[in-house]
Every structure is written in structure tokens, then in C-alpha cells.
């Protein structure tokens, strides 16, 4: 047995609703993070008590509900997608979880939203969009962190389009975070903003 099958069985279950929402995915073939993603952002917002978060990539809102089911009660997710065929399924998990009150869905391009979003401070923002986009989300969120927040991006391995290989020469040596790619999933990178 190879040691991702053996972890893979060896973690317990999700909850009901993120199960349910696996197979919703799956079903109408739109894609999700993987499991062990959506476990690891979890473990981080529970870690970091994360109350500030801002996703890039809504889709059927798998990756948004791990958060919110981690978050502390005063938190708060700004997700966006401009596919709210998506996101209103997204909304219908949310809301069946109670969680919907803490979530606002923005229904437009990123690029269109974050050069004018309000809120600072960030704990997390979580990149899983157009990955031709990446480098200029970076740019646009990292003075949105606060001091120590993570950006956490999907998607950064195997590296085989040019995007993703300039992108990740790009982050990893960006100035103002101490960051690092680590082979979970489909490869995730997380920097934390050091400035
Ligand atoms: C890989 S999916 C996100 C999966 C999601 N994080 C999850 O695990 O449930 C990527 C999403 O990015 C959305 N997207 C496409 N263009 C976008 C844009 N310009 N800004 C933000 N999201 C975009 C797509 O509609 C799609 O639902």
C-alpha cells in the first residue's frame, strides 16, 4: 500500500455534508480541492483561529465549507466566482451547514474585485481560480494580509505549463513572504507575509 492509499484510509471520515458535497462534484464533473487539501486548510484556520478569510474560487463551495466548519464564531469568508450557477449550490451546503450568515459570495471576475476590496487584515487567502491569473491575485492580495497571514494557493505541481513554473519561481522568492510549496494534493504553496 503506497503511503498516500495508507493516509487515506487511516484519517477519519468528513462531515456528512462535505461527503455529500464530494459526490455532487464529482457527479457533474466540476472540480473541487482534493480531501487531504481541503483537510489541511481546516487544520490551519483551526491553528491560526482564522477569522478573516478571502477565497479566490468559489466553485460548488467544498473548499469554502472545510473553512467555515473550522472557523472560530466571529469569523468571516469573502469567496468569489463569477459562476453563480456554482455558487448557489455553494450557498445551499452553507446554508444547510448555518453557516451561510458568515459567508459573503461575490459574483464577479477577481481581477475585477480585488484592487478595490475593503477589507484588510486577512488571516488567510486562499488562491484555486485561473491559474494563468495567479502571479497578479499575488500581487493584488499580499497587502491585504495582515502581518504573519497565509496566502495559501492550489494547484502548483506538476508544474508543467509555463504559468505555473514562472508562478512559482514568483512566490517563492517574493520579498514580503516566507513561503514554500508543499506536495499535498495537487500541490499547495503557502507563504506567509514576513513584511
Ligand atoms: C478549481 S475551481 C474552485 C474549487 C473550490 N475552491 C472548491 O474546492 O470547492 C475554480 C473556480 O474558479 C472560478 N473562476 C473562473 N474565473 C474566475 C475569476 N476570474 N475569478 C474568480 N474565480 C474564477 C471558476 O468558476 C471555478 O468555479
Do not use: C
Request: hydrophobic share 45%.
Amino acid at each position: 500500500m503506497s503511503d498516500l492509499d495508507y493516509l487515506k484510509r487511516l484519517h477519519r471520515n468528513p462531515a456528512p455534508l462535505l461527503l455529500e458535497l464530494e459526490q455532487h462534484g464529482r457527479a457533474d464533473d466540476v472540480p473541487l480541492v482534493d480531501r487531504e487539501t481541503g483537510r489541511f486548510l481546516s487544520t490551519l484556520v483551526h491553528a491560526m483561529q482564522a477569522n478573516r478569510i478571502l477565497e479566490i474560487g468559489t466553485s460548488y463551495g467544498y473548499s469554502t465549507l472545510w473553512m467555515a466548519l473550522a472557523m472560530p464564531p466571529a469569523g468571516h469568508i469573502w469567496t468569489i466566482d463569477p459562476d453563480s450557477d456554482r455558487t448557489s449550490i455553494a450557498i445551499e451546503f452553507l446554508r444547510r451547514a448555518g453557516k451561510f450568515d458568515d459567508i459573503s459570495v461575490m459574483n464577479q471576475p477577481a481581477l475585477e474585485i480585488l484592487p478595490t476590496f475593503p477589507v484588510r487584515n486577512l488571516d488567510i487567502v486562499f488562491i484555486d481560480a485561473v491559474d494563468t491569473e495567479y502571479a497578479e491575485y499575488l500581487e493584488l492580495v499580499v497587502p491585504l494580509l495582515k502581518r504573519s497571514g497565509l496566502v495559501i494557493v492550489d494547484n502548483l505541481l506538476p508544474a508543467t505549463s509555463t504559468e505555473i513554473r514562472e508562478f512559482n519561481k514568483i512566490f517563492l522568492n517574493h520579498p514580503q513572504l516566507d513561503a514554500t510549496i508543499v506536495p499535498i494534493g495537487n500541490g499547495i504553496g503557502m507563504g506567509s507575509r514576513i513584511e
